[in-house]
């Protein structure tokens, strides 16, 4: 095959390696339940609301929050998490 | 091709080429140099016929030319176990005899004459020798289209451009924009967002080229890139935010005038190579190597174009104010960068105002419409004045402090006016500021910013996003080389 130009790679050549979900748990009753407020207004209304129906359905519920909504959630934060809970669920607001 | 230097014989060396009228006159010399018995080596860089006279090797790769830094054509060298001891270029006749030891060479030839400019250092040539025969460390993996891709069309699928066409960065061109910059290829400059890759000087120079960029731009480009990858300047929260914030990049010092960079009629617009690049060059290498895509990371609701580039220099000659690099610390004769979370420019029009104080309250009122009349503190802005409206306030005396102060205190709203529901809008503060006085800029909040020219009684604002370390704070990095 005839080749045409040849040129360098602008990008950072690599790949986001991908990632096997966890299976969807049966039931929550017995998990430990993060709920991780990414600190934006209001965002609290929403997740105490979830706690409540979280805690009627048998799980723990841990709460947790992110300094500021405008940056990614620190590393000490997502290891906190990850040891302390087996669930986690992530809240937007506003 | 070898990036080493082809080892040359001992005895005389003599570069020509047959395009040049001053290598044709030399040809009778060479032909005494060959009967005097001394060793004469001839390389030609163009006519394998030339010169007749004398014995010759065709320079085809033009390799001994390259790595004898053969600038001039005729040039003589003297090498000596095969290391050069001595050189002349061009006609000398004095020169000649003396490096030959021929008293009676070129007696009947002018005195001097001027040689040519040799083929290796030939503008069209000198990109393709310097990728052949340079040694240099970029590692970027190559990427081949086939004979049938357009490149641009190539370049535009893989999603590697802003939307515009970009310049194919090739390794010759690469390699070229390298020399803009002292730093190895190999440097880490920053950790780019949002995907937190290194980010070497070699990938900035492919995207610097994509974006159009001269050589002289890079240590710009460089320099903004590190201002906008680091923490304060939170890169990955101005990309992921809704509001339509990008990095608006300040360059202040000699250097923005040496790159002729526009810092007056139509500053912040198009037209200018400087300006638009390097703020484009910024934006694809976050793309590119940092991988902060519109529609993924990006979310910005409207976005805005100065998210292509957004980048101009103040205009310090003129300037009746100390400048902003100047206001952040930068010393006075550095190149530096300031970039700023900023969105589009608005226009402030008051073509009546002829005393500062009439300026001032036009200046404020408008600065208080920033996001919304009735949010305070949380977002910066840029305030740009003209040559029209800066005249106003040099001819009065007032420095960049006074301007500031004087706005400051025109900003101030009492909270009643701005707690949320106040004046039928539900946005605005909470309610507990109702009795406080609130100021609608943050202590520094303001950045006063002089550009744009020649005639206009127009200021420009660029507003902010969340400031603070809930947000972005702007960031000042000297320029380095």
Same mark, same amino acid.
């Given at each position: 095959m005839a080749t045409g130009l040849t040129i360098l790679d602008p990008t950072s050549e690599s790949n986001p390696s991908t990632r096997q979900l966890l299976a969807r748990p049966?039931?929550?009753?017995g998990h430990t339940i993060a709920l991780l407020?990414?600190?934006?207004?209001?965002g609290n209304v929403f997740l105490d609301r979830l706690e409540e129906l979280l805690t009627e359905r048998g799980a723990k519920v841990k709460r947790f929050a992110k300094p #500021?909504? #405008?940056?990614?959630?620190p590393v000490d934060l997502r290891h906190e998490i990850a040891t302390q809970c087996t669930l986690v669920i992530e809240a937007l607001a506003d | 091709m070898s990036t080493t230097a082809p080892l040359l014989p001992n005895g005389f060396v003599v570069i020509v080429k047959h395009e040049c009228a001053t290598c044709q006159m030399v040809e009778p010399v060479l032909a005494a140099i060959a009967a005097s018995g001394a060793p004469l080596t001839v390389y030609t860089q163009?006519?394998?016929?030339?010169? &007749?006279?004398v014995p010759h090797t065709l320079d085809s790769t033009l390799a001994v030319s390259w790595h004898y830094d053969i600038?001039? *054509?005729p040039t003589l060298l003297v090498i000596e176990n095969g290391v050069e001891v001595g050189r002349t270029f061009g006609w000398s006749q004095a020169e000649w005899q003396r490096i030959t030891g021929?008293?009676?060479?070129?007696?009947?030839?002018?005195v001097t004459r001027p040689g040519c400019g040799s083929m290796s250092v030939d503008p069209d040539r000198v990109d393709a020798l310097r990728a052949a025969f340079t040694d240099s460390p970029v590692i970027s993996r190559h990427i081949e289209f086939s004979s049938a891709e357009d490149e641009f069309e190539a370049m535009y699928a893989r999603g590697w451009t802003d939307g515009l066409p970009v310049i194919p960065p090739t390794r010759e061109r690469v390699l070229r924009m390298l020399t =803009?910059?002292?730093?190895?290829?190999?440097?880490? *400059?920053a950790i780019a967002p949002p995907d937190l890759v290194e980010l070497t000087v070699e990938k900035i120079a492919i995207n610097a080229v994509m974006a159009g960029?001269?050589? &002289?731009?890079m240590p710009w480009v460089i320099a903004a890139l590190e201002a906008v990858c680091n923490d304060q300047f939170n890169m990955h929260g101005v990309l992921a935010t809704t509001m339509p914030v990008g990095p608006v990049i300040i360059c202040n010092g000699p250097g923005t005038r040496a790159i002729g960079?526009?810092?007056?009629?139509?500053?912040? =617009?198009?037209?200018n190579r400087a300006n638009n690049t390097i703020g484009r060059a910024v934006q694809l290498t976050i793309r590119n *190597?940092? =991988?902060?895509r519109p529609g993924e990371v990006d979310r !910005?609701?409207?976005?805005?174009?100065?998210?292509?580039s957004f980048c101009f220099a103040e205009d310090e000659e003129n300037s009746p104010f100390t400048s902003l690099a100047t206001e952040r610390g930068v010393p006075p004769g550095q190149n530096a960068v300031t970039v700023f979370a900023g969105e589009g420019p608005r226009c402030v029009v008051d073509q009546?105002?002829?005393t500062p104080e009439e300026l001032t309250e036009s200046l404020a009122a408008c600065l208080?419409? *920033?996001?919304?009349?009735?949010? /305070?503190?949380?977002f910066d802005a840029i305030l740009t004045l003209s040559p029209d409206h800066g005249r106003v306030y040099a001819e009065a005396g007032w420095s960049r402090e006074k301007l500031l102060a004087e706005i400051t205190e025109r900003t101030l709203r009492p909270g009643a006016d701005l707690v949320?529901? !106040?004046?039928?809008?539900? &946005? =605005? /503060?909470?309610?507990?500021?109702?009795d406080s006085t609130l100021?609608?800029?943050? !202590?520094?909040?303001l950045l006063l910013t002089y550009a744009g020219g020649g005639a206009g009684l127009f200021s420009s604002i660029v507003a902010g996003w969340a400031n603070g370390a809930i947000g972005s704070d702007p960031v000042t990095r000297i320029v380095g080389s």
């Open positions: 049966d039931d929550i009753k407020d990414i600190s934006k207004p209001r #500021t909504f #405008t940056k990614p959630a | 163009d006519n394998p016929d030339f010169p &007749e006279s600038e001039t *054509v021929i008293d009676s060479l070129g007696a009947d030839l002018p =803009g910059t002292t730093r190895h290829p190999q440097d880490i *400059v960029c001269l050589p &002289e731009y960079m526009n810092s007056g009629i139509n500053a912040f =617009g198009q037209g *190597v940092g =991988g902060g !910005a609701t409207h976005g805005n174009p100065g998210k292509i009546l105002a002829r208080l419409t *920033v996001h919304h009349p009735k949010l /305070v503190i949380g949320r529901g !106040a004046q039928g809008m539900a &946005e =605005g /503060v909470p309610p507990h500021l109702r100021p609608k800029f943050r !202590a520094g909040g």
